[in-house]
């Protein structure tokens, strides 16, 4: 048995190749094409003009930045006479990690317009197999749409059938219109935003190694893999929509590209890509919060008094968390996300009925009793006929050139630099004046279709293109302004999880799913661990109901969201399970850091009532590690023995979480005979906790 094979350390090997594509890239290499296209890895048409007619390796003009914190960017710059069209590839290498990351610029140095730019890939290069008879597979995983299959992991062979081996893959608007028809369950039959139906990340297995990729755009993107059934797999991805001239002195950028190399299992790769995500693009020193779901709609006095119910009784939150509904001037109640006018949003004035000296009490209470506060904004989708939609029209765009109507949605245009200058003014006035520790931006809409209706002719996909680029430094400023400050990232639950977005926030709610109170627990174990294969930095909430333990763990992650308010928590609550809320929010802090190790499914990861579901979390450096279990409620199986075939030698302590009971182990027979769990009881749960008994530094 070959140790470490699913781990997360990195082999020289992938080291190695990684570098040679990079040297080969900056021209201290000899190209081989041995694995990989020897071209630039991009392209894109200026008229009838391609850019492999002119963009080349070797007529590069190149310069190499410094490294810092493990990173260091190179500029391959090009310029291309016939056009005035300029070039530029930022290419990032990592000491760490055998992975490359680009943006791509093009500029119009030029004293005329551009012909049309169009076909922009900023990924377009060749995948090979390393040697003969092997199909690749495709394997990647659904978006988050608010569906008990979001996350859902898929291997697709690149073949048409046991007899014909070439085989395309495409995913873009079209094809994914398509496939959200063909579910029959989609609420939206149509959704521009980046992680609405499938995860921007991919994983291409060939053989014994593959390639990990991800696409950064909070937009429309699309990427195709065509294995031409000999070997070699093109790869391209990049925006969807631009067909555009370039004016004097104007520039775009394309999406951020990664490519992560891996040899041996594909859930080493995973595993590499969780740590080489944390390291890279995560927000620098963040611990997944812990935090308390409150409603915005709610009177302040109950805030308060939760407040001081949840001090008092010792419950180890991190965050008091008011969510939407405390804006606007709204005189009707607010008391949930199912009645209220809190979607009417645009007018960020606290509303006064419902907090008549503003949120500052709720958030000095939330401080006072060792809470950090976080508060739900989102600028960007606004209702017509609130005050700012009627004082500057010319900042929103809309879906159709019609008269607006009276509470029509509008988009504010963050390409715009009046718009975005009072996005940045108005929320960062909101963080100051109310204390604001995380800043929780949600997008309740379909971007798309003010985008294209916004565009004007000749410019398909400049809209999109300012609002990205205006949405990134957003939140660049915003963190400028305010260096501690979190942000959530949420867009109705988790449908802007894109790489460029990931390393400037976290995901405390990855699906709309938990929203509503028939959310199915079996469903929302087999959402984390799908994500978990992706992304390390995400959470979510147990639905709406009364809790039960089975309830809570399956919901578990690097944080947690559990809502007092669930149980009517103002103070006076009688009933209120403290010492089980308690003992949750612990056995949650108490996993978290192994959320930040290597990530292993021990089942299948789907819904199905009649299975068991189990995961292993183990963090290599201090030998500790957890196995949660579940048997669900129709599996006839009350007992499951689960190989942690990567564990290395040694005695281990492990720790039952409902009892207390302790043993030892030794790790030789946890790897062969596996680690058995009993659940006698349908519809039960477990967790083991570890840890070595040797030093660790």
């Known amino acids: 048995m070959t140790r470490n094979d699913g781990s997360s350390r990195v082999r020289a090997e992938e080291m190695a190749l990684m570098g040679g594509w990079l040297g080969e890239l900056l021209g201290t290499a000899a190209p081989s094409g041995e694995r990989h296209g020897t071209d630039v890895p991009f392209s894109c048409r200026c008229g009838e003009r391609s ?90 995983a659904l978006g988050s749409d608010g569906r008990h299959d979001d996350f ?11 007899w014909s081996v070439p085989c395309t893959v495409r995913m873009d608007t079209e094809r994914n ?72 002195g104007e520039a775009i950028r394309s999406p951020r590209i990664l490519l992560l190399h891996w040899q041996g299992e594909p859930l080493h790769g995973h595993n590499v890509l969780r ?27 109950k805030h308060l008094a939760a407040i001081a119910a949840i001090a008092e009784h010792r419950l180890p939150y991190d965050y008091y968390w008011i969510d939407a509904g405390w804006y606007g001037t709204s005189t009707k109640p607010c008391p949930s996300v199912f009645e209220g006018e809190w979607s009417i949003t645009g007018d960020w004035r606290v509303n006064r009925l419902y907090h008549p000296d503003g949120l500052k009490p709720i958030s000095d209470a939330a401080h006072a009793a060792g809470m950090k506060f976080l508060l739900w904004i989102e600028p960007e989708r606004a209702k017509h006929g609130t005050p700012t939609t009627l004082a500057h029209p010319e900042w929103f765009l809309r879906r159709t050139a019609a008269p607006p109507q009276p509470r029509e949605d509008v988009l504010l245009d963050l390409g715009n630099p009046a718009a975005w200058q009072w996005a940045v003014d108005t929320v960062s006035g909101l963080i100051a004046e109310n204390g604001i520790d995380c800043y929780r931006e949600d997008f309740n809409t379909d971007p798309s279709p003010f985008w294209r209706q916004a565009d004007e002719p000749g410019r398909e996909g400049m809209k999109e293109m300012r609002f990205v680029e205006g949405l990134y430094s957003f939140w660049d400023e915003l963190r400028r302004r305010h260096p501690a400050l979190l942000i959530d990232n949420c867009a109705s639950g988790g449908r802007r999880l894109e790489l460029e977005l990931l390393g400037r926030s976290v995901a405390l709610w990855r699906s709309d799913y938990n929203c509503f109170p028939g959310a199915d627990p079996d469903a929302v174990q087999a959402h984390g661990l799908g994500l978990h294969l992706w992304l390390p930095n ?129 790790g030789e027979a946890l790897r ?18 570890y840890r070595s008994l040797a030093d660790h530094p």
């Not at 859902?152 to 046991?162: A, P």
């Open 177 to 248: 219109n398509a496939f959200r028809k063909a579910r029959n369950g989609s609420c939206l039959p149509t959704d521009g935003r980046p992680a609405a139906t499938w995860l921007p990340f991919f994983n291409l297995r060939t053989g014994g190694d593959g390639l990990i990729g991800a696409v950064g755009w909070s937009g429309q993107w699309f990427a195709e893999f065509a294995h031409d059934g000999k070997g070699a797999t093109k790869l391209a991805a990049g925006m969807e929509h631009l067909n555009t001239i370039l004016h004097p």
């Open 538 to 666: 995400q959470t979510i909430s147990p639905p709406p109901a009364t809790e039960d333990t089975y309830q809570v763990r399956s919901c578990y992650s690097a944080g947690f969201v559990l809502s007092t308010r669930k149980f009517g928590l103002d103070g006076g609550a009688e009933g209120v399970p403290w010492d089980d809320f308690r003992r949750w929010l612990n056995e949650a802090k108490r996993l978290r850091p192994l959320f930040a190790g290597d990530f292993y499914p021990l089942t299948p990861g789907t819904g199905d009532p009649g299975a068991w579901l189990a995961y292993w979390l183990h963090v290599p450096e201090t030998g500790e590690g957890a196995v949660v279990a579940f048997r669900r409620a129709a599996s006839p199986q009350a007992a499951a023995a689960f190989q942690l075939r990567d564990l290395p030698d040694g005695i281990y302590g492990i720790e039952r979480a409902d009892d207390g009971e302790y043993w030892e182990a030794d």
């Open 51 to 140: 850019s492999r007619d002119w963009l080349r390796l070797a007529d590069a003009a190149r310069a190499t930045g410094n490294w810092a914190d493990g990173r260091r960017v190179h500029e391959l710059r090009w310029r291309d006479a016939a056009t005035g069209l300029s070039a530029v590839l930022e290419l990032t290498e990592f000491a760490d990690f055998p992975a490359i990351e680009w943006v791509v610029r093009l500029r119009n140095d030029g004293a005329a317009d551009t012909p049309p730019i169009r076909d922009f890939a900023a990924l377009d290069t060749v995948w090979r197999c390393p040697g003969p008879g092997i199909v690749p597979e495709l394997r990647r």
């Open 152 to 162: 859902q992991y898929e291997i697709r062979e690149l073949r048409q059938s046991m």
């Open 275 to 301: 740590q080489f995500l944390r390291r890279h693009h995560s927000p620098r020193g963040v611990e997944m919060p812990i935090c308390n779901g409150a409603w915005g709609g709610t009177p302040t006095a």
């Open 672 to 689: 062969h005979e596996g680690l058995t769990i009993h659940l006698p009881e349908p519809r039960s749960s477990q967790i083991l906790f």
